[in-house]
C-alpha cells in the first residue's frame, strides 16, 4: 500500500511517500516541501492544491495520512493553518483518496514512542525506520511520519480484523 503523509503549513507543507509491504516493512518512495512563501496568503493556498495534486498525480498513492490542527499560539495562524490544510484536504479528497487523519501526539507515538517528541528526534527517527542516508528537512520528515503512523494504525487494524473473523 502507498501511503501519501501530508504535514500542513500555510508557508511550507511537507509531503512523504512510503509504501507498507504485506510483510510490514516500510520503503521510501519520496517526500519534500511544497514552498509557497512570498505569496500573497490566497495564492499560497491555490498553490498548496495545485503542487499537491501534482504530487498525487506524479505518486499514485492509494491512501492519505494527514496531520489535524494543532492550537496554535494565536487565532490568525490558526485560521491560516486550517486553511492551509483544508486546501490539502480538497486535494486528497478531489483525487479520491481516502484520508485518514492522526494527531502530532499520535504521530510521534508511533514513530519515537513518545508523543513528547522534539522536531528532531522525529527527524532522526524517520531517517533511520526508512533507511535514508540524510535526516529529511523537519516537515518532510513530519509528514513521512504521519504516513509511518498510517501504516503502523493500518497493521493494528488489520490485524484486529484477522482475529475477528476466527
Not at 77 to 91: F, Y
Not at 111 to 122: E, F, H, I, L
Request: proline fraction near 4%.
Amino acid at each position: 500500500m502507498r501511503i501519501l503523509g501530508i504535514d500542513p503549513g500555510s508557508l511550507r507543507t511537507g509531503f512523504g511517500v512510503v509504501e507498507h509491504g504485506a510483510d510490514g516493512r516500510l520503503r521510501h518512495v519520496a517526500h519534500g516541501c511544497l514552498h509557497v512563501e512570498g505569496q500573497p496568503f490566497v495564492e499560497r493556498i491555490g498553490a498548496i492544491y495545485r503542487e499537491l495534486r501534482a504530487v498525487i498525480g506524479e505518486h499514485a498513492p492509494a491512501t492519505a495520512a494527514i496531520e489535524q490542527v494543532f492550537m496554535a499560539r494565536n487565532a490568525d495562524s490558526a485560521l491560516k493553518l486550517g486553511q492551509a490544510r483544508g486546501a490539502a484536504l480538497v486535494a486528497l479528497i478531489e483525487a479520491g483518496l481516502p484520508v485518514h487523519e492522526y494527531s502530532a501526539l499520535q504521530i510521534k507515538q508511533a514513530v519515537v514512542g513518545s508523543g513528547r517528541a522534539q522536531k528532531d528526534q522525529v527527524q532522526q527517527m524517520v531517517q533511520w525506520l526508512l533507511q535514508l542516508p540524510d535526516k529529511p528537512q523537519a516537515d518532510a520528515a513530519d509528514a513521512l511520519a504521519c504516513a509511518i503512523c498510517h501504516a503502523h494504525h493500518a497493521s493494528t487494524r488489520r490485524h484486529w480484523q484477522e482475529l475477528a473473523i476466527r
